[in-house]
């Protein structure tokens, strides 16, 4: 037997017992900034494969999307921070080591891109737009003019984003659930297929919704490899990582992460889909909809988990 | 200069007289603490062994909040010591996060706060406060490089240990046993 105590002060409520610093806000910005990694990556990727006309929905209507979600997980993040008037000092510097400074620095770049894409097609989306201001209409011509490199920037930049979700996690070795290298690329297919979800809600094409719809079975089903995958190595890793799996197996996190994130955020959705493509007729909206509310609740379970997990001395 | 601190647990009764000069030294706000008391209970009735450790930040040589930190404003000084520079801090518990002995808090100011190792004191060749409050002289501090610092003395021919060794952090807060 073993008992651990603390017998002076320390009863510091976000630190003691459990550390619980971060709420709401970081669930809620890694859920959008996945979004809207996965809105430009596929707008990008399919303006640079030549399908702009098939595809309107994702490479148009769909980037909206980004910088409305950039802004509120911004936002979120913003007000998560506690020394806030002094946010402006992420930018004096460039820290490779940190995860959260080239995070900043990727999101200082790619919201404006976000806004310059949208922007550009301003004129095709709404049918008598008009900017005002003459420099405004020189710089919508010199962008359309080089969009299929600022595509090419986009797609860069939209996959650093969402992987930096996950890797923003991955980096704390004091939290042993967050600390696996896979989280990275999980919290990347994840965030894909949100941006997916919100491209086929907003189709109204037939033939854009199926090719949509295909590849995101295939990021689901990718996903699910990497969750099991995820857990195989907490089941061979050592007591923290057992103790971290425990949560998910019988601990407090086990109905919230089955039932919201696995059943109905990721095999509900994947089997409408299939359904959908051998023929039955499925509402847009409901697979969209789970894909989305299980996008969100992966990144909840996530970040509250993992700060209950630590080392044991 | 390689600053450290040996914490003798056969010495320490867990007066938490350390706790209270780092309080009233560094005006720490109510309810929070930099350094604080851990009682380990092991064994089996009637054989149990208690001992008393008196915790803080480690001043890791390979500091994960340093490294994680995005604007630098936790930082390594000259001996090892980790600070924090209020006026860089974003407030983000970045580091907090990161910490693998939760040695760090948000002060209700907004930065993040920690032990200092009193650094204001070190500077001009004193203890930190917690050292020379301890009623059992169980806390020796000084510079390791230095095989006459107290603290290279008190760890000489004694066994110790850190706390988490496998953070891979490499602590500079030596046990004794």
């Not at chain 1, 405004?136 to 010199?142: G, I």
Request: hydrophobic share 50%.
């Amino acid at each position: 037997m073993k008992e651990e105590l603390i017998v002076s002060g320390k009863n510091i409520p976000e630190i003691y017992p459990v550390l619980h610093l971060w709420h709401w806000e970081i669930s809620l910005y890694l859920f959008l900034g996945g979004l809207a990694g996965g809105v430009l990556f596929f707008a990008a990727y399919f303006y640079i494969t030549g399908k702009e006309k098939q595809m309107q929905a994702t490479v148009k209507w769909a980037t909206l999307i980004a910088p409305l979600a950039l802004i509120i997980g911004l936002s979120s993040l913003l007000y998560d921070l506690h020394h806030k008037l002094y946010f402006w000092r992420l930018f004096t510097t460039v820290r490779i080591d940190s995860p959260m400074s080239w995070g900043a620095w990727t999101l200082l770049i790619i919201f404006p891109i976000s806004l310059i894409w949208v922007g550009s097609y301003m004129k095709e989306m709404f049918p008598g737009w008009d900017w005002k201001w003459k420099v405004l209409n020189w710089f919508e011509a010199l962008v359309i003019k080089y969009r299929l490199a600022l595509a090419w920037v986009m797609l860069f930049l939209s996959i650093i984003l969402a992987v930096y979700t996950g890797i923003l996690l991955s980096a704390f070795n004091a939290r042993p659930l967050w600390n696996v290298s896979i989280l990275g690329p999980l919290f990347l297919v994840s965030g894909f297929s949100t941006g997916l979800a919100s491209a086929m809600w907003i189709s109204n094409d037939k033939h854009e919704r199926k090719v949509l719809s295909t590849i995101d079975i295939f990021f689901i089903l990718t996903e699910l490899f990497f969750i099991i995958h995820l857990f195989m190595g907490f089941w061979a890793g050592t007591q923290v990582k057992l103790e971290a799996l425990r949560l998910f197996m019988g601990g407090q996190f086990t109905l919230d992460f089955w039932i919201f994130v696995v059943l109905l955020g990721l095999l509900f959705p994947v089997t409408l889909e299939i359904l959908e493509l051998i023929g039955y007729h499925v509402p847009k909206w409901i697979p969209a909809l789970f894909i989305l509310f299980g996008g969100l609740m992966f990144r909840f379970v996530m970040v509250d988990a993992g700060q209950i997990t630590r080392f044991l001395y | 200069m390689r600053y450290a601190m040996a914490v003798d647990t056969n010495k320490c009764v867990g007066c938490a007289d350390c706790v209270v000069a780092c309080q009233t030294e560094n005006l720490v706000p109510n309810g929070y603490c930099r350094d604080w008391i851990v009682e380990n209970v092991e064994g089996a009735y009637p054989s149990l062994d208690m001992k008393f450790q008196s915790e803080r930040c480690n001043h890791c040589e390979n500091a994960p909040c340093v490294r994680c930190c995005p604007t630098g404003a936790s930082h390594i000084v000259e001996g090892g010591i980790v600070l924090v520079t209020h006026d860089e801090c974003i407030g983000c518990g970045a580091c907090i996060e990161s910490c693998p002995y939760d040695a760090r808090y948000v002060h209700p100011e907004g930065y993040v706060d920690k032990c200092t190792f009193c650094i204001h004191r070190v500077d001009k060749g004193e203890n930190p406060a917690c050292v020379d409050v301890c009623p059992t002289y169980c806390l020796h501090f000084g510079d390791l490089d230095d095989p006459n610092s107290e603290v290279s003395k008190a760890m000489k021919d004694r066994s110790w240990y850190v706390l988490a060794p496998e953070a891979g952090t490499n602590p500079q807060i030596y046990f004794l046993r």
